[in-house]
Structures are given as structure tokens and as C-alpha cells.
């Protein structure tokens, strides 16, 4: 990756939106829409209209920087086997710079059966880090029977705390699922950005989901390389660097409509340049999946 496209944007305290970068962090909003949707489509029983997603992660660093904390909490409404909408609360606590709160709404629609459109917007009210809005929308295509196609458009809008000024970053994402089987797939994503209508950065990621383990649980490994504004890097140089990410969640259900999500992400971050080690974070995570 050529260093001028990855070290030129001083926006030293984007965010940590811990669990949705690349889709490898935790079970993603898609995830959860996917999974209602199948269990609609074949229902053993009347299906569930709501579902609750609370989340609390830590992230503590390897030298003397304040452990980062995030709470989340994620709802959504099942309408119909095509129709998904949902409200989340995000309350991300980045000592020193503050603590910023999200909030987004967002939604799922199958206008025909092998197309999935989604959107979600956040917005900010007081940011101390964090952009003040975040635009995007996207689909899946299912361009074969076990090959669907992903993008998504993602505009992050800052008009109070980026050093610049006011400005925006944008960013695409497409990407590929390949399913080995009902239990099995693989997604990989590739995503390029803009930072304030110049500068440039690139980010790859995948992930190995596995299904219907022991006791009905889910395993997802995953790993990226580059750079991605969902992750704050949370430091005073002027630089947009990269970092190694890998993960390791687990869901494992306890009852028919309730289960557990525990795991892990761990963070390299590289200096600017890309030169030798910034600093190394690790995020346990836990959370829970409630239907009713």
C-alpha cells in the first residue's frame, strides 16, 4: 500500500464503532436480520417480532493510555419476513477526550426474494471525537446459490471536531459471502475511502462463521489489515494509520430465544507510515441476543 494514502488525514481521535468494521467484530446488524429472516422463512412456530441486542466491551492498552469502554444496545422489529426495522444507542467513553453517544436507526427490506436493501444513519448531538453524523446504505445479492455479493456506502460527516474543519470521509465496501454449506461461509470485504474530498486509504478483512456447533452455538474467526475510520486509534499524531485486527466471537444459545455472545478483538497499531508499533489493544466483549 503506497504510505501517501494512508498517513495524511489529522483526525487523531475518529471512533471506535467496536463490532461493525468489516463484519468481523461481533454479529452484525446483517447478521441478525439474516438469521430472523431464515427463521421466518421456515418457521417450526410463530416467529418472534423483537429482538434485543445489549453489548458492554473494555479495551485495555498495552502502555499507560485509559482503557477505552463501550455500552450498546440494539432493537429490532420484525414487521414481516421482508421488512426489518431498528433503533440503537451507542455510549462510547474514550478517556481522555470524553464521551460521545450515538444514536441510529436503521432498516432491512427484500423487495424480491435475492436482494436485501439496508440503510442506517447515526447521529451525534455533542461530539467530542466521534462524527457528527454517519450516512450508509447498502445491499446483498445472491448472484448465486452460495455466492452473494455485498456493498455498502458509508459517509462519515464532521462539522465540530475534525481538525480540518468541516468535512466528510467517504467510504465503499464491497465484498463477497461464499456459503461451503448451511453451517459454513466465508465473507471477505475490501473497502476504500476518501478523507476531506483528497487523501486515501484502503482496508481488507474477512471472516470463517460456523454454525449449529455444539449446544446450537456460532463461532466466527476473523482477521483485517488497513485502515477503517470505525476504529479510533486514539492518539495526538497526525496520522491515519493502519493496524492487524483479529477476532474471535462466540453465540451460544441458552434457550430457544435467548443467547449469550462473548469474544474478543485484538489491535495492532502501527505508526504513521506505518513504521514499527503505535500501541496493541485487546476488547473483550459480551453481550446477549433476547427474542420476544
Same mark, same amino acid.
Given at each position: 500500500?503506497?504510505? &501517501?494514502? @494512508?498517513?495524511?488525514?489529522?483526525?487523531?481521535? /475518529?471512533?471506535?464503532?467496536?463490532?461493525?468494521?468489516?463484519? @468481523?467484530?461481533r454479529p452484525t446488524d446483517q447478521d441478525l436480520i439474516r438469521q430472523q429472516r431464515t427463521e421466518v422463512?421456515?418457521?417450526a412456530e410463530p416467529f418472534k417480532h423483537w429482538t434485543i441486542?445489549?453489548?458492554?466491551?473494555?479495551?485495555?492498552?498495552?502502555?499507560d493510555r485509559s482503557a477505552w469502554q463501550e455500552e450498546l444496545i440494539q432493537i429490532f422489529?420484525?414487521?414481516?419476513?421482508?421488512?426489518?426495522?431498528?433503533?440503537?444507542?451507542? #455510549?462510547?467513553? &474514550?478517556?481522555?477526550?470524553?464521551?460521545?453517544i450515538l444514536y441510529s436507526g436503521l432498516a432491512s427490506w427484500?423487495?424480491? %426474494?435475492? /436482494?436485501?436493501?439496508?440503510? %442506517?444513519?447515526?447521529?451525534?448531538?455533542?461530539?467530542?471525537?466521534?462524527?457528527?453524523?454517519?450516512?450508509?446504505?447498502?445491499? *446483498?445479492?445472491?448472484?448465486?446459490p452460495r455466492l452473494v455479493a455485498l456493498f455498502d456506502y458509508t459517509q462519515y460527516n464532521f462539522s465540530s471536531v475534525a481538525p480540518l474543519?468541516? +468535512?466528510? /470521509? *467517504?467510504? #465503499?465496501?464491497?465484498? /463477497?459471502?461464499?456459503y461451503f454449506n448451511d453451517d459454513i461461509w466465508l465473507t471477505f470485504r475490501y473497502a476504500h475511502g476518501w478523507g476531506f474530498g483528497e487523501n486515501q486509504y484502503n482496508y481488507y478483512g474477512g471472516s470463517l462463521n460456523i454454525a449449529n456447533m455444539p449446544g446450537g452455538g456460532k463461532?466466527?474467526?476473523?482477521?483485517?489489515?488497513?485502515?477503517?475510520?470505525?476504529?479510533?486509534?486514539?492518539?495526538?499524531?497526525?496520522?491515519?494509520?493502519n493496524a492487524y485486527i483479529g477476532t474471535l466471537f462466540y453465540q451460544q444459545p441458552i434457550t430457544k430465544d435467548f443467547s449469550i455472545i462473548a469474544g474478543t478483538q485484538y489491535i495492532y497499531r502501527l %505508526?504513521?507510515?506505518?513504521? +514499527?508499533q503505535l500501541y496493541q489493544q485487546w476488547v473483550p466483549t459480551i453481550g446477549a441476543v433476547w427474542k420476544f
Open positions: 500500500m503506497n504510505p &501517501r494514502h @494512508i498517513t495524511i488525514i489529522p483526525i487523531a481521535a /475518529l471512533f471506535l464503532h467496536a463490532l461493525h468494521a468489516a463484519e @468481523i467484530e422463512e421456515e418457521p441486542v445489549p453489548m458492554y466491551s473494555y479495551g485495555p492498552f498495552n502502555n422489529y420484525q414487521h414481516n419476513p421482508q421488512f426489518m426495522v431498528g433503533a440503537e444507542i451507542d #455510549i462510547m467513553q &474514550r478517556p481522555p477526550s470524553g464521551t460521545d427484500y423487495p424480491v %426474494k435475492y /436482494l436485501e436493501l439496508h440503510t %442506517k444513519l447515526s447521529f451525534c448531538p455533542d461530539p467530542q471525537f466521534a462524527p457528527n453524523q454517519i450516512y450508509n446504505g447498502g445491499f *446483498e445479492y445472491w448472484i448465486a474543519g468541516t +468535512g466528510s /470521509l *467517504e467510504q #465503499i465496501r464491497p465484498g /463477497l459471502t461464499y463461532l466466527t474467526v476473523g482477521f483485517a489489515y488497513g485502515t477503517d475510520p470505525d476504529i479510533d486509534f486514539g492518539t495526538a499524531d497526525p496520522s491515519l494509520s %505508526k504513521e507510515n506505518n513504521t +514499527g
